[in-house]
């Protein structure tokens, strides 16, 4: 079983920038892809960005809702994944979820089964 946690959402202003942080409980590098997805109050839930494949392999996929102001990365030291973003606005206003599917050879396989409790981002402008 793989337990996701996230931490570093909060309330900034338009403009502004976070870095969300997802800790993974084992080893997720090479085992599996790893993806931030949102949703707001009244909406549906959005990928917002996942990362497949690690090394030469490694893939970046973004939503064009967010393309250009966010980054996501790996990061080993947590086994997990942070998303960084940057002119932040009020549409960026959701609870963000971390979340994991197995990997293989590089490539993804099956539904994202394993989830984090969600850190709220409200973005004012």
């Known amino acids: 079983q793989l337990e996701l946690v996230e931490s570093g959402g909060g309330s900034v202003q338009a403009g502004g920038s976070l870095r969300l942080s997802c800790a993974a409980s084992k080893y997720t590098y090479s085992s599996y892809c790893m993806a931030w997805f949102r949703q707001a109050p009244g909406k549906e839930r959005e990928e917002v960005a996942h990362?497949?494949?690690?090394?030469?392999?490694?893939?970046?996929h973004y939503s064009d809702s967010v393309k250009g102001r966010a980054t996501i990365s790996r990061d080993n030291a947590n086994n997990g994944v942070d998303l960084q973003m940057s002119n932040l606005i009020p549409d960026d206003t959701a609870t963000y979820y971390c979340?994991?599917?197995?990997?293989?050879?590089?490539?993804?396989?099956?539904?994202?089964?394993?989830w984090g409790q969600g850190t709220q981002v409200t973005v004012s402008s």
């Open positions: 990362v497949e494949g690690y090394d030469a392999t490694e893939r970046f």
């Open positions: 979340a994991a599917r197995p990997m293989s050879g590089g490539n993804c396989y099956d539904d994202y089964k394993y």
